[in-house]
């Protein structure tokens, strides 16, 4: 590597991954990333993690060859931590939630703790993947490594809860988690008991977003309307369009086209319902 010498001012993120790509050998290309990552003023960042991944045979089928990941390991720990991580992170990206899993048990058998990051996005794609059960084990797990849950992924967990009708869960882990119910949050666990035809429950918390002092916004009434015509609601649609016309000195007034346009819907609906 003594040639390289003469490149280290040079080093940044989009040339790293250029030369690693232009490479293509995955032996030569590690080497390459851990050399540059040992050169002053130059740190690796996300984007080139991703890239020594791509190189290394990262793929829907595959996993980064065990003795790549020791080479690291022996050259540098720390190193060898962050890229696990990453690649966590990157199989959650794609949907890989069970290789996901898989390499959350390589990483601590390296003897490394995984990222808050890494937990979140692990979460985030058991959830996606209706793997409700095995969310609450990396969650639980998450916890224990004192690592606290983002705003984005108890959302997605909330969602999940109320989807399976257990809304009465997704309350007590925001108040666990220290979440206050606000519109975003009931907005997100409406779409779920909507989804799961929980429709009583689902106007219940209107009524308890309000007595948190917030109150429904554009996106809580275009979910409720979505989601009670996804399930043919029309009256319950009609009772939404009436509460939006009612609260017409807070709304904006794209709400009162979005209102016209579904009662003309709703109309059009009712006919063909009738003959």
Known sequence: MGCLRQFRAKLNKDLVIE??????????????????????????????????????CFNNNDSVPQHFLREIGDEDRELLGRLLNVLIRKCCRNGFWSKALEELGRLKDFGHRPSRTAYNALVQVLLSADKLDLAFLVHREMSDYG??????????????????????????????????LDTVFCTQMI?????????????????????????????????????????????????????????????????????????????????????
């Open 19 to 56: 030369v690693m790509r232009l490479v293509k050998v995955p032996e030569l290309a590690l080497k390459f990333f851990i050399w540059s990552g040992r050169q002053i003023g130059y740190s690796h960042s996300t984007p080139t993690y991703d890239a020594l991944l791509d190189v290394l």
């Open 147 to 180: 690592c606290s849950i983002d705003r984005i992924t108890i959302g997605h967990f909330a969602h999940a809860l109320c989807k399976a009708k257990r809304w009465q869960e997704a309350l007590g882990l925001l108040e666990k988690e220290n979440f206050m």
């Open 191 to 275: 779409s779920g008991l909507l989804e799961a035809s929980l429709f009583e429950e689902a106007m219940s918390f209107l009524h308890r977003l309000r007595s948190n002092g917030y109150l429904p916004n554009v996106v809580t009434y275009r979910t409720m309307l979505s989601g009670f015509l996804k399930k043919k609601q029309l009256g319950w649609c009609k009772r939404i369009i009436n509460m939006m016309i009612m609260e017409v000195a807070v709304l904006v007034r794209p709400f009162l086209i979005l209102s016209c346009m579904l009662i003309a819907v709703l109309e059009t609906m009712f006919m063909h319902t009738n003959c």
